[in-house]
């Protein structure tokens, strides 16, 4: 019976790093995988609905170019060709991580892996054994019990990422991320789309200006708050409204995107402490059983690939490495892909009301900026607020909707890491132009001293 | 007559920005200029340039498409659109930096300076006193005294801003950031572009490495390196290649963009010391006369519109701020808006060798990126450089080239500013899917450890 040092099971964003990570340090690594190399993150999340929103903004773009020069005829939007174009990324990438993981000596079997106990995995007729074991299992979508949610035409985020044809017509049941980047793709390509949010708002991890003005730039969307969907038909969409009244909607497809559950069946054996929100862990992503650590969707603290990531990182440092590191989620950013962009990094002022908090807050807009002037003129919305400590002018949150704001984040995440105040964020200079200015901008504005 | 705190005499981002913070601190602040609020940058620079080639890159996408799933018939580019486009994005901003004049209580005069002393400038017949004087008067296009230069079709970075014709060919002189810009821009909407650089590489703030992907991904343009233009006739350029044959080059216009010279001329009477560069100035932004500083192009210090607004804070700060400013130079992002984009902040390999720094490079291919995949697909290339100290492994320099990288760059700027280490860049958190990860990649590649 093979013995390793370490045994990885799912290769999502938490698994394939952890199981890299480990093999970089020379550790003997056996990854299991029941799907495709990359999890959920590479074949069905993350990566294919960037591709497609990529073309579905060109294509935009085209049919939107002529004031700033860009003249078209007959432009439209070949399916066929993006759904090619998103499997050939994804193909390729998966491709990536096998190579990644052949680099760095990891082992990699494909199937079922059925947990026997701490230290043993079996897959198939074969055991394998390790002295540590990572539970990377991931998350599925949730599908609520509502009738008729398991009729043909109501998707997961799984399934709607194989339609063959452009939808007349698509319900989203929920208005989280995911619900809002299916609805702005969807949207982009010339579907109806109308969002049935439960909720008084879209994005809770926004801030109600933010999400307000997302939904405003959103102008293809017909977003419908504080509704409750009472049954799925194959006429369409069944829903109590704000005010309660009933109401129904006619729709082709349904997007069911209310949230995700973590995957902790088949973990018994192992004997992990589980709550509803996934297998419980501490700051190093350790179980109750010393040898066994949970990162990624399983453990339920944070539903993001570069969460994982980092959990990935945190828990091989723990298991094998020379610095004793505690994962920290007060600077883990977060992206929408939709048209506008949004993302954000550490509080928003909704949490820190909820946890006491006192700070104080910022918004400019980013019409004032050259850059964002230069490219979407005058008329166009966007935002950037920044949140710092009354106390200590420690900047604690950046939030930015509009252009670039899934690849300017970053540095939100390196400020708040490094603790830096308003005024060390004043004297950092911006390149000009930039929509990355702005973050400057509102730094002035919470201080105009120099 | 009146009398003033502050005299700042031009308003480019250096003199509008200085005069800002001056009347933010509620100072009695007088501003001259010569032409239209926003000097260079606003009018002929930074913004009239980033609107051209936002237009210009997505008719290049419109065209490019297909793959991604964006099907086009008859796609053209029209320059009249595209100019009125820049010019109200131009007249917005310059509304706004009058806005902002106004808000801050600054009194604005349109008029030549004549400066009489270090308190006394005269605009026509009026004469006003300062007890400090702020020198902004920027930097002109400089003109090579080559024969034929001075011919109609020669044109300089502000008046090709004007064209009303795409021309056929273009020869650009030069292969800096402006010559870089133009050749892209026009290249993209169908002009045949040459490059005629005398050093034996575009771009010299970038490491060879990346000048010559840049070189290569700027497909349409061709580069002639090692070559010294002798004489621009009516019919084209002749030049001296790099193995001294003498060649010639038919082209309709020609762009003279071999570099910049400050607008010292006028100065005289403030009896300040001048050297080939420009204004001498300290740390402070001070002249040699105790009262008046020089900020922006007109010192030489560092010829970008961002280098100049942060000029502005310092000299602000020094002049009626509380806190003790200093203008440090090792962290000013740069960014070239060409297709593909560049940007960089830091050392280079290059000047670290010439400065004598102990340093190690890591070098990523932006290919290896599940983003840059989905959207540019893996015959793309971009690259992404992270240098640090040998010594005390602290990050010295990021050079980026690919998409986002003026948007990225301002994060780079902020850790290089906090004086973050490889280790401490590892552990932020970067959103997954970004080009941004790529940063942390590269830090992963200079040390495999946790």
Redesign the interface.
């Known amino acids: 019976m093979e013995t390793y040092d370490l045994i990885v099971v799912g290769s999502g ?1 938490g698994g394939y790093v952890a199981a890299e ?1 480990a093999g ?2 020379g550790k003997k690594v056996l990854l299991i995988e029941k799907g495709f190399l990359g999890g959920v ?2 074949n069905l999340g ?3 609905t ?2 497609l929103l ?3 903004k ?2 935009k ?2 049919l939107e ?19 090619a ?2 499997q ?2 994804v193909e ?2 998966r491709g ?1 991580i096998g190579f990644l993981m052949k680099s760095n000596k990891v082992e990699t079997v494909f199937g079922e892996a059925e947990f026997v106990d701490a230290h043993t995995v079996q897959v198939g007729e074969t055991t394998y054994k390790g002295d540590y074991l990572i539970v990377a299992t991931g998350s599925s979508p949730f599908v609520p019990p509502i009738p008729g949610s398991n009729l043909p035409h109501v998707l997961t985020s799984d399934a709607i990422l194989a339609v063959e044809k452009i939808p007349e017509t698509l319900t989203v049941i929920g208005g989280g991320v995911i619900g809002v980047e299916f609805a702005s793709y969807f949207s982009m390509i010339g579907t109806k789309v109308t969002v049935i949010e439960m909720m008084e708002e879209i994005l809770p991890m926004m801030d109600g200006d933010f999400a307000k003005m997302m939904r405003r730039e959103m102008k293809g969307v017909d977003f419908r708050l504080g509704c409750k969907v009472e049954e799925v038909t194959s006429e369409g969409v069944a829903y109590t409204d704000a005010k309660g009244k009933k109401q129904t909607l006619a729709s082709e497809l349904v997007l069911m995107s209310v949230g995700r559950k973590p995957n902790v069946a088949g973990l018994e054996n192992l004997k992990l402490d589980i709550a509803r929100g996934g297998v419980l862990v501490n700051d190093r992503l350790q179980t109750n059983v010393a040898n066994v650590y949970a990162i990624g969707d399983v453990n339920g603290k944070s539903l ?4 994982a ?2 959990m990935a ?1 945190v828990a ?2 723990n298991i ?4 004793k ?1 505690r994962m920290r989620y007060n ?5 929408v892909y939709s048209s506008p962009e949004a ?1 954000g990094c550490g509080l928003t002022e909704t949490e820190a009301a909820n946890q006491g908090i006192s700070i104080k807050s910022e918004t400019v807009q980013m019409r ?1 900026n ?2 964002f ?3 979407h ?2 008329r166009a919305g966007g935002l950037v607020k920044v949140i710092a400590s009354t106390e200590t002018n420690v900047i604690l949150g950046v939030h930015l909707l509009g252009p ?1 704001s ?10 708040i ?2 603790e ?1 105040r308003i ?15 702005l ?1 400057k901008d509102a730094c002035f504005a919470l201080d ?3």
């Open positions: 964003p990570r970089a340090l993150c590479t993350c990566i294919p960037k591709s990529h073309g579905a060109q294509y773009h085209a170019g002529e004031k700033i020069g860009l003249e078209t005829k007959e432009v439209t939007y070949n399916l066929e060709k993006a759904m174009w998103k050939d990324t390729t990438l990536g993001l690939a570069h969460s990531s980092r990182e091989i440092a094998f490495g020379t610095t590191q600077a883990i950013p977060w992206a993302a004032s050259g850059r002037l230069a490219e003129g005058k670039y899934s690849e300017m984040i970053w540095g939100a995440a390196a400020i890491e490094a830096l005024q060390d964020v004043k004297e950092i200079v911006f390149p000009h132009p930039s929509v990355s200015e973050i105009h001293t120099l």
